[in-house]
């Protein structure tokens, strides 16, 4: 069973800058698995953020941006501010399959 | 303006047949390039794929899911649906209806129906 891994939890002071990864248990996480980004706050639905690795939706603000960083799919912020805080997930591409990793909760602090 | 709204029963006994509807507005069903999505979240707990169904009809199912589910489309309603057969606690959530482009681009998404499965 394929299985997406990010880190459960991260803290970020205002201002600062973090990354956020996902990693795929069958290796090396490529462009080919299209990776997107989804931000979700409490008790409203996911947005999605970035999609196909680097490219932000119309509407996510510039402070966020994707890439691959050595074998993994990664999200960074920079310049976090207070409404950042937020849980946030990737979604890999299996070649028929989507499959969600099990979420980063962002503390801003 | 698009606007997604999923609507159903929010308790289904064990063993049915859990059945949601996903109404749209301010754009057909019909119209290129879009997928219309259903992902289902258990209460504070993380987000699953459940499968798509594109604006030609050909349907995308998780294989985890993929024996029990069903995704079709009424175009004349423009609104899509889900069915999940032989329903048991572990499929209580929160369904989510979206409509994205290629890659998950532009998607939007429904405010999400709670469902309950239990006796």
């Known amino acids: 069973q394929t299985v997406v891994t990010q880190e459960p939890s991260l803290t970020v002071s205002p201002g600062g800058t973090v990354t956020l990864t996902c990693a795929s248990s069958t290796g090396a996480v490529t462009g080919d698995f299209s990776p997107s980004w989804f931000q979700q706050k409490p008790g409203q639905a996911p947005r999605v953020l970035v999609f196909?690795?680097?490219n932000k939706d119309a509407g996510t603000p510039a402070r966020f941006s994707g890439s691959l960083l050595g074998d993994k799919a990664a999200l960074t912020l920079s310049g976090v501010q207070p409404e950042d805080e937020a849980e946030y997930y990737c979604?890999?591409?299996?070649?028929?399959?989507?499959?969600f990793g099990g979420g980063t909760k962002l503390t801003v602090l | 303006q698009v606007q997604l709204k999923e609507s159903g029963p929010g308790l289904v006994k064990p063993s049915e047949t859990l059945s949601l509807t996903c109404s749209v507005s301010?754009?057909?069903?019909?119209?290129?390039?879009?997928?219309y999505c259903w992902v289902r979240q258990p209460p504070g707990k993380g987000l699953e794929y459940i499968g798509f169904i594109s604006y030609s009809g050909s349907t995308n199912y998780n294989p985890s899911l993929k024996s029990r589910v069903t995704i079709s489309k009424d175009t004349s309603k423009n609104q899509f649906s889900v069915r999940l057969n032989s329903v048991t606690a572990a499929d209580t959530a929160f369904y989510y209806c979206?409509?994205?482009?290629?890659?998950?681009?532009?998607?939007?998404w429904g405010q999400g129906a709670l469902v309950t499965v239990s006796s």
């Open positions: 301010g754009v057909s069903l019909n119209s290129g390039g879009s997928y």
């Open positions: 196909a690795t680097t």
């Open positions: 979604v890999l591409w299996y070649g028929g399959v989507w499959v």
């Open positions: 979206a409509r994205v482009g290629a890659q998950w681009r532009q998607s939007v």
